[in-house]
């Protein structure tokens, strides 16, 4: 029981934790508890003592990141962002279409940064995505990184019944090529292709290109191919 309490007491503090980073102008207790789905009295005792570690900064009102954060991200390697830059700013070029670098955090989705379509119709990600029963072509990648058991315990939380055996077979196959598609699970009509920026064997990022479904499907396998391509120079880019 006790190692049970300790486990939630854990996910929630790098639930809140990933919230308040993911937030552009800080965060509401209030906020924190609708979308965690807590009650502010459990949340409470946590983002204290994120604030007394210097992980969290508190104004009277609203938390944001603190100095903390900034220590433990020193020692990781240097941003992503301008390394893939270009590469993304190719494929709007080439296809028009909305180019997406992402990460998953624990188990919420943050996009590092976007470059949007020109087009009228076009898909505009949000900042900041929470686990749901729908996960997103990026989401499928990191799944597929997560051994058996882990994936077991992601879809049995996650995922309605009548979709789990679809979703681990998606997994199977992001797994063996690298890549994973969102065929309108995400939002109706939304559909994208992504790719894994792998470094060594760890997951650093991935790239992913979005749009309208009657759009995208068309190019499953031209968008797959250059998504593949772009991630892939990216990556040796990093490890140089």
């Not at 938390?63 to 700013?89: E, H, K, N």
């Not at 199977?172 to 009509?189: K, L, Q, S, W």
Request: negative net charge.
């Amino acid at each position: 029981m006790a190692d049970s309490e300790g486990h939630r007491a854990v996910s929630r503090a790098l639930h809140a934790l990933e919230l308040a980073a993911a937030s552009k102008d800080g965060i509401t207790l209030g906020e924190l508890a609708h979308q965690m789905g807590a009650a502010k009295s459990s949340l409470h005792p946590l983002l204290k003592a994120l604030v007394f570690r210097g992980y969290l900064t508190y104004d009277g009102s609203r938390y944001r990141t603190g100095p903390s954060i900034g220590a433990l991200a020193a020692v990781d390697s240097p941003s992503i962002v301008p390394i893939a830059q270009p590469f993304m700013d190719d494929l709007v070029r080439q296809f028009d279409e909305t180019v997406m670098l992402g990460r998953v955090v624990g188990e919420t989705l943050i996009y590092l940064h976007n470059v949007e379509s020109n087009q009228v119709v076009r898909y505009s990600p949000p900042r900041v995505r929470p686990p749901s029963d729908h996960p997103s072509s990026i989401e499928k990648l990191y799944l597929a990184q997560r051994d058996d058991e882990q994936i077991d315990l992601y879809i049995g939380e996650h995922i309605h019944p009548s979709k789990q055996e679809g979703l681990r077979a998606e997994i199977i196959e992001a797994r063996a090529t690298g890549v994973a598609f969102n065929h309108g699970d995400t939002f109706p009509d939304l559909s994208a292709v992504a790719s894994g920026i792998v470094v060594g064997k760890s997951l650093a990022a991935c790239l992913a290109i979005g749009g309208p479904s009657r759009r995208i499907e068309s190019r499953l396998d031209e968008l797959a191919s250059a998504t593949t391509y772009a991630a892939n120079s990216i990556a040796k880019l990093l490890l140089r």
